[in-house]
């Protein structure tokens, strides 16, 4: 499968953004879907995930109640809603799939393809 993300800008910190991540191949409604970030200078690091079905999600502490993201298996889109951005929200962030569907908390390692990434800026 290929992933491009999109939908990466400037922000204003307590702004939003949404960021969608095109797919295609036959097989993007059996995989978990992803999103990672990297901020200049550190690691890449989880930020939200979803199942193949949709049917659950899990997001990294220091997004929970401010992202969401979101997934329609027909169009092959994967969506990252993101509200009161924050200046230490600021990174490239990438979509990513799983052929593996046993548990939503990803590891980069674990993911078996990416998008190229989308800068988010948020400014204080």
């Known amino acids: 499968v290929q992933l491009q993300a999109s939908g990466g800008g400037l922000a204003q910190a307590g702004g939003s953004l949404r960021l969608s991540c095109a797919a295609s191949?036959?097989?993007?409604?059996?995989?978990?879907m992803a999103w990672f970030r990297q901020a200049p200078g550190k690691e890449r690091e989880f930020v939200a995930s979803?199942?193949?079905?949709?049917?659950?999600?899990y997001y990294a502490e220091s997004v929970k109640g401010r992202f969401t993201i979101s997934r329609d298996n027909l169009q092959k889109m994967v969506y990252l809603q993101m509200i009161s951005l924050k200046p230490e929200d600021t990174a490239v962030y990438y979509c990513?799939?799983?052929?593996?569907?046993?548990?939503?908390?990803?590891?980069?390692?674990?993911?078996?393809?990416w998008g190229k990434g989308t800068l988010v800026t948020v400014s204080s």
């Open positions: 990513a799939a799983d052929r593996s569907t046993l548990g939503l908390l990803k590891s980069t390692r674990g993911m078996d393809f």
């Open positions: 979803i199942s193949w079905s949709a049917g659950s999600t």
């Open positions: 191949g036959r097989s993007f409604s059996s995989y978990d």
